[in-house]
């Protein structure tokens, strides 16, 4: 391959016209990409443009897919190490071209090891102003936000990154339809009170006020997971919450033990196959305590609590909870949305909702949103 003399590195803190997506700690010395759906973007003319990644894990690795003119042109596994990689060259070096560089798969709580950041950047050419787009949007969730089975075939069963995807899933899709720029927070399997298996640590409201704190260990907490996230830098018009999926299948799970405790954790269903009373109360109140602090941290965001995809089995304790927690604080800035249902049709890899559902999801979601966001 021809060598380019042209290309001059840049280190991230040296590119004065950069756009970075997701919650950060704001270093870029170098940059952690946290959740799905993080990414740097450019406006860059120029022919060649690479990027210096650095990746580690040691169960489930990053993955990244390439966006260029608002079209998805690669996707990638990253293996461990420091590294450059092309994102694209003999392009026309006349032509500016808008280039997202995303993190493809979510924020690995099950893997203290996995992390993804991006140190340099190098072209032969210039970069441009990143305008901001007119909405915010913030969404948060479970395995659907995250993409889980949006790639793959519906026969794929193994649970790896590479079933994910940032970019064939409805949050990219409807942010996309409205023109917002948005931001991610979800995990698999986890709730708003329980996680599918009923460990109450798999609670996505607990580690809602910090940068990424569902991740552990002594690396993450070095690369700033665990910081307390700052609000105030990056206000959304709406927040999606689109929660409850897991905490209605943790009522069919077994019991989850604490191994430090000994505590047994479980919700109940009645013999008749209904809600135990105490049990969904208890996840009531979660969801009316974490509208409380989304409303605490997002002051003049529209609140949609949006489900689903899976089935509507907590359907109506989201409205009690929602109509309980207007109710209390008068707050009207919130609304219940329900989402279409996953079919045969539209089913992908690991029995969740493929790119077809999340394209109806979105579709329908853009349009009520755009309902709010244009008032």
Avoid at 19 to 45: D, M, Q, Y
Avoid at 200 to 213: A, D, L, R
Wanted: charged share 20%; glycine share 8%.
């Amino acid at each position: 391959m021809k060598q380019n003399d042209q290309l001059q590195v840049n280190a991230l803190s040296d590119v004065e016209h950069l756009k970075v997506h997701g919650r950060t700690t704001g270093c870029l010395t170098p940059l952690t990409l946290f959740w799905t759906g993080s990414a740097i973007e450019f406006n860059v003319k120029g022919s060649e443009l690479w990027i210096e990644v650095e990746a580690d894990y040691d169960v489930y690795e990053p993955w990244i897919s390439i966006v260029i003119n608002s079209v998805p042109v690669s996707r990638q596994m990253l293996t461990a190490g420091k590294y450059w990689i092309c994102v694209f060259r003999g392009m026309n070096n006349s032509v500016v071209k808008n280039v997202r560089i995303v993190k493809d798969v979510q924020a690995m709580s099950g893997d203290p090891d996995c992390s993804l950041q991006i140190h340099a950047v190098k072209v032969d050419g210039e970069f441009l102003p990143v305008a901001d787009k007119p909405y915010k949007i913030e969404f948060i969730g479970d395995s659907i936000t995250s993409g889980e089975g949006t790639i793959g075939a519906q026969a794929e069963e193994d649970w790896i990154p590479m079933w994910f995807s940032a970019i064939h899933n409805y949050t990219a899709m409807t942010a996309a339809a409205l023109n917002a720029d948005y931001r991610v927070i979800s995990q698999s399997g986890w709730g708003v009170l329980t996680s599918w298996d009923n460990n109450p640590q798999g609670n996505i409201p607990e580690y809602y006020e910090q940068v990424c704190g569902l991740l552990n260990g002594t690396k993450n907490e070095a690369l700033g997971a665990l910081e307390e996230h700052h609000f105030d830098t990056w206000q959304p018009d709406v927040v999606v919450v689109n929660l409850g999926t897991n905490d209605g299948g943790a009522f069919h799970s077994p019991e989850w033990e604490d191994s430090l405790t000994g505590e047994i954790h479980k919700q109940r269903l009645n013999d008749d196959g209904t809600f135990h009373k105490d049990d969904i109360q208890a996840f009531e109140d979660a969801t009316e305590k974490f509208l409380m602090k989304l409303r605490k941290n997002n002051k003049n965001a529209h609140i949609v609590w949006a489900y689903g995809m899976l089935g509507i089995p907590m359907m109506p304790a989201i409205y009690r909870a929602v109509d309980a927690y207007t109710k209390k604080t008068g707050d009207k800035n919130i609304s219940v949305v329900q989402l279409p249902n996953m079919t045969e049709e539209t089913v992908g890899s690991r029995s969740h909702p493929g790119v077809l559902a999340h394209e109806q999801t979105a579709k329908e979601l853009a349009a009520y949103l755009k309902d709010i966001l244009t008032r």
